[in-house]
């Protein structure tokens, strides 16, 4: 046997942009699934999927020629089924014979749990390659998840668009096959516009460079490099910087077979409007790159990507500007008219906005959020009266033209209104912050009015929609409670909050006061320490750490990451397992405790030299440990408490807690709660016991 390079090339109509990474992923992985299971030895290296929006392939730099020996076995009937009291064989022996087309005697035997038994082992020689691969390739095509397949021509079969050629090569042979109505061959297709042409292929090694020779780059890595290059030149050109985000380049990558920038420009007028919206209509809508200069803002330039190399740019950029320039004037348009109204005035039209059913409506809303910001205010150092002035503008902005266009400019163009209407920069930035974080990696709030705004806001968020009853069913969250409770999270983690969540939770909630509808505080508070089982876990935290934290239920998050950092010190010491198998005895022997345990520790009943020594040592490390502990100071007091080790375990090894004596027994128990509390006073470090 031997290795041949193997090329699978499916060419098609365009694809669509988002669904092509995952359809060239799929593919790759079915062709490579599919020799694995057939046991086709063949290497992988550093091949991946191969795509552009015309095309999917696979290319593999060795697939043996044929399969190995096929091994199988056949399980028969067992003996006290198979054989008589003779030994001749039975109908179920002689049937299960004749189906194999053997002689019963030439049958071998094996033994597994329920005894001996008949099975037909037999190998056979292994199949060739080329003879496995269409159908190897039309599971592939099967398996990829393409929500909507289209039907062309009078053909009975689909796919995700419509099929017009098959490339497949094992080494310099064709490998003949026929596939969704094409039959196989070694000619493949280059750019539509640039080389129109069929390219014929040798081998697939051939293949990347015949590509390019056909300006296709079939490697959607090498499109990304030389769209990244081109687009950066072209800002540079233009005396800036460009704007590339992973999801605008990753739908251009998508869309083009050979990319090339081209550098554009619209009015300067245009810049009046909030930059937000024109680089929203550039990207989103056009999929162009903007240009920033070096502080950030945004310059008259940005580029396109074309999928060719004109020999007249100029003329593609006329189209490209042209394309864009109805998007800008509306979007100039509608910005002119909110001026006009000014953010104060727009806050009249949301009395008439439904916020929910039962809840009122979204100036309701204003009101419930407006009181928790002030209070919250007043509690982190931030001004209550403009936290206050914050809130009760936050929502106006979604009565302007410009977010009835644009929906993803909501507290964006409510800070360039608070500012045209002379609000304190404090108090526009806030409008905006409010919806910090925005997404999973976004940052939160970054100034302190913004954040309490974002904080009252999702705790509005949060209690109305428990006492709702919309809580988050299944994948089922129509008030996005999931998300605002995690962000919820944290920014008063990340903004070092020192807040009572509980009662901000109550303060919501009192907020509903006259409304049919009160969510249970209790249930909610448990929601968002759920939400921070996935946050503590994306930073590496053990499960156990924070399992062990979130059994004391702090009422402060700022508080709770303070203890989780605390228990991953302790975590690290040497003493730390002991103490946490040591404080877990103490919690089985507490539970299934009889009786009343005294409150205090008896000191004329330590009989023993290790509790002896155990309650002078705990009363040591507890006046050692109490100015710490009252200031938060969690890892000093783990530290001290991991001292504790050798007392602790002289006294298990020596001392009988469930003594005879009630008395000595009772006082035992309460040195052992003593230790336990003060153990447990940062974390339940028992769960860091295996």
């Known amino acids: 046997m031997s290795m041949q390079p193997l090329l699978i090339e499916l060419g098609v109509e365009e694809l669509p942009v988002k669904a092509l990474p995952g359809l060239a992923q799929a593919f790759f992985d079915g062709v490579v699934d599919g020799l694995a299971r057939r046991g086709i030895a063949f290497e992988r290296d550093d091949a991946k999927p191969l795509s552009t929006p015309r095309r999917l392939a696979v290319l593999l730099p060795g697939v043996e020629t044929e399969q190995p020996e096929q091994h199988s076995e056949v399980f028969g009937p067992y003996l006290n089924i198979a054989l008589d009291a003779n030994g001749e064989p039975t109908k179920a022996l002689q049937g299960f014979a004749a189906k194999a087309g053997i002689d019963w005697t030439a049958l071998e035997r094996t033994t597994d749990a329920k ?4 099975v037909l082992r037999s190998v056979t020689p292994g199949a060739k390659t080329a003879t496995l691969l269409p159908e190897i390739v039309r599971e592939a095509i099967a398996a990829m998840p393409i929500p909507k397949p289209m039907r062309w021509g009078a053909h009975e079969y689909a796919f995700a668009r419509p099929v017009h050629w098959l ?70 050109q233009a005396g800036g910087v460009a704007r590339i985000t992973d999801d605008n380049l ?22 009046a409007v909030p930059q937000e919206a024109l680089i929203e209509t550039m990207e989103i809508n056009q999929k162009f790159f903007p240009v920033l200069d070096a502080g950030g803002r945004l310059t008259e330039k940005f580029i396109g990507i074309a999928n060719i190399e004109s020999k007249d740019v100029a003329e593609v950029a006329k189209g490209y500007e042209r394309v864009i320039r109805p998007r800008f004037s509306d979007a100039k348009f509608f910005f002119d008219e909110d001026l006009k109204q000014g953010l104060a005035a727009m806050g009249d039209g949301l009395k008439t906005v439904t916020y929910q059913a039962k809840l009122g409506t979204v100036a309701d809303k204003v009101q419930r959020v407006s009181a928790l910001a002030q209070r919250i205010a007043g509690q982190v150092g931030a001004d209550p009266g403009q936290a206050r002035r914050a809130a009760e503008l936050a929502k106006n902005d979604l009565q302007s033209r410009m977010v009835g266009e644009f929906p ?16 304190s920069p404090a108090v526009a930035l806030a409008i905006d912050e409010a919806y910090q974080p925005r997404f999973a990696a976004d940052d939160i709030a970054a100034s302190p009015l913004g954040k309490v705004l974002a904080i009252a806001e999702r705790l509005d968020t949060l209690a109305s929609g428990f006492a709702a009853g919309l809580k988050p069913t299944g994948n089922k969250d129509p008030f996005a409670l999931r998300r605002n409770a995690l962000g919820l999270a944290r920014t008063i983690i990340e903004s070092g909050f020192d807040l009572d969540l509980p009662a901000l939770l109550a303060a919501a909630n009192a907020g ?81 405790a009889e009786g009343d345990i005294p409150g205090m ?33 969690y890892v000093s007091v783990l530290g001290r408490l991991a001292r504790l080790r050798p007392q602790v375990d002289a006294f298990f090894d020596g001392v009988m807690v469930n003594a005879e004596d009630p008395a000595l027994r009772g006082n035992r128990l309460a040195l052992l709660r003593t230790l336990g509390d003060r153990l447990g006073s ?3 470090i028992e769960h860091l016991s295996g």
């Open 512 to 592: 509903l006061a006259g409304r049919e509808v009160q969510a249970d505080t209790g249930e909610l508070y448990d929601f968002i320490l759920d939400r921070l089982k996935g946050y503590y876990a994306d930073r590496g935290v053990p499960a156990t750490h924070f399992n062990a934290v979130v059994e004391l239920k702090p009422a402060s998050l700022y508080d709770f990451d303070r203890r989780i950092d605390a228990i991953g010190t302790f975590a690290q010491l040497p003493e730390a397992e002991a103490l946490a198998a040591a404080n877990k005895r103490i919690r089985n022997i507490l539970r299934k």
């Open 167 to 236: 490339v497949l090569l094992h080494g310099n042979e064709v490998v003949d096959a026929e596939l969704l109505g094409l039959k196989s061959d070694r000619f493949s297709r280059g750019h539509r516009f640039m080389a129109d042409k069929q390219v014929w292929l040798s081998h697939p090694s051939d293949y990347i460079e015949s590509l390019k020779a056909a300006y296709v780059l079939v490697d959607a890595d090498a499109r990304r490099e030389r769209i990244v290059h081109e687009v950066n030149a072209a800002a540079a």
């Open 115 to 118: 005894g001996e038994r008949f």
């Open 408 to 423: 993803e400019l909501q507290g964006i163009a409510g800070r360039h209104y608070a500012v045209a209407g002379g609000e």
């Open 682 to 684: 940062v974390a339940a």
């Open 250 to 271: 990753e739908q251009v990558v998508n869309l083009v077979e050979w990319p090339s920038a081209v550098l554009c420009s619209f009015e300067r007028e245009f810049l």
């Open 601 to 633: 520790i008896d000191p004329a009943l330590l009989r023993e030299p290790a509790e002896s020594e155990l309650a002078e040592a705990v009363a040591a490390a507890i006046d050692d440990t109490g100015a710490a502990l009252a200031q938060k100071d």
